[in-house]
C-alpha cells in the first residue's frame, strides 16, 4: 500500500466516524421526542447510541494504527 492509499484510508476511516456521530445524533434527538409512550422505541435509539459509539472507538483504533503505520514507513524512509 502506497502513502496515497494510507491516507485515502485515513480519510475514508474519518468519514464513518462521522457518519456514527451523525447518525448518534439523530437517534439523541429521536430520544428527546418520546416522553415514554414508546418506551421499545426509546430502548432501541438507546441500544444503537451504544453500538454506535463503541463502531466510533473501533475507527479511532484503526485510524490510529494506521496512522501508527504511516508515521513508522516515514521514520524508515528518512
Known amino acids: ?9 485515513l480519510i475514508k476511516i474519518k468519514e464513518a466516524i462521522q ?3 451523525q447518525r448518534i445524533e ?4 429521536s430520544l428527546n421526542g418520546f416522553s415514554g409512550e ?8 438507546t441500544n444503537d447510541i451504544h453500538t454506535f459509539k ?4 473501533r475507527l479511532n483504533e ?3 494504527k ?3 503505520a504511516i508515521r513508522e514507513s516515514q521514520i524508515k524512509n528518512k
Open 38 to 45: 414508546y418506551h421499545i422505541r426509546v430502548e432501541e435509539n
Open 62 to 64: 484503526r485510524f490510529n
Open 66 to 68: 494506521q496512522l501508527f
Open 54 to 57: 463503541m463502531c466510533i472507538d
Open 19 to 21: 457518519r456514527y456521530e
Open 26 to 29: 439523530s437517534a439523541e434527538w
Open 1 to 9: 500500500m502506497d502513502m496515497i492509499e494510507k491516507l485515502e484510508l
